[in-house]
């Protein structure tokens, strides 16, 4: 899952806001790098990403995708499921999206000493809080997909994943549809992170 799935898991304090979003960016133990609560959102994000990884819905919805996109279909399975989490964002959470995207934009403005530059500057700059709120949009998506591969080494076809998403499109909401119960169900379980 992508940044809007892991902030939405989060237990949304700031420190678990900031730590859903650094889960990507920091690598080794986090516990060396950062404050106790941060690094334990980290770790959350960790066991999250890992139980999305062998869930049998999100490999079938990577599988759904052309194999020519080889490696990077999680990267594309993360950004769809974020498509997804948005347009049905009203079967998740009582409060709107935009409200819920106004609070992670606040929280992560208290802990801009720890994110990456790239996305510090779009947090300074609110542009990281158009991005949450836009990701419902199919070409929000193709966006979301090109910037993704103008940071990899080896992006292989990943600016072209939004047509996979339109190809596939019924497939794949109803993976996330019955994958997404399945990992709040995983995170409630979880201890908490502090």
């Known amino acids: ?11 949304e304090t700031p420190a678990a806001i900031a730590g859903a979003l650094l889960g990507d960016h920091v690598r080794g133990d986090p516990s060396r790098q950062l404050p106790g609560a941060i690094a334990a959102a980290v770790v ?20 759904r995708i052309d194999a020519s996109f080889h490696l990077v279909r999680p990267v594309m399975v993360d950004v769809f499921y974020d498509h997804f989490l948005a347009r049905h964002w009203d079967r998740y959470s009582d409060a709107p999206l935009a409200e819920f995207a106004q609070r992670v934009h606040a929280a992560l403005l208290t802990h801009l000493e720890y994110l990456p530059e790239r996305i510090r500057v779009s947090v300074e700059s609110g542009s990281a809080l158009e991005w949450l709120t836009s990701y419902g949009d199919l070409e929000q998506v193709g966006r979301a997909l090109r910037r993704a591969a103008s940071r ?3 992006p292989g076809r990943l ?18 549809l019955v994958f997404f119960p399945d990992v709040m169900s995983f995170v409630r379980q979880l201890p908490p992170a502090s």
């Open 152 to 154: 990899l080494r080896r």
């Open 159 to 176: 600016g072209e994943g939004a047509r996979e998403l339109q190809r596939n499109y019924g497939g794949l909401e109803q993976d996330f």
């Open 44 to 63: 959350r994000h960790r066991q999250i990403d890992a139980f999305t990884d062998h869930h049998p819905r999100a490999r079938q919805s990577r599988q």
């Open 1 to 11: 899952m992508n940044y809007l799935a892991h902030f939405f898991l989060s237990q």
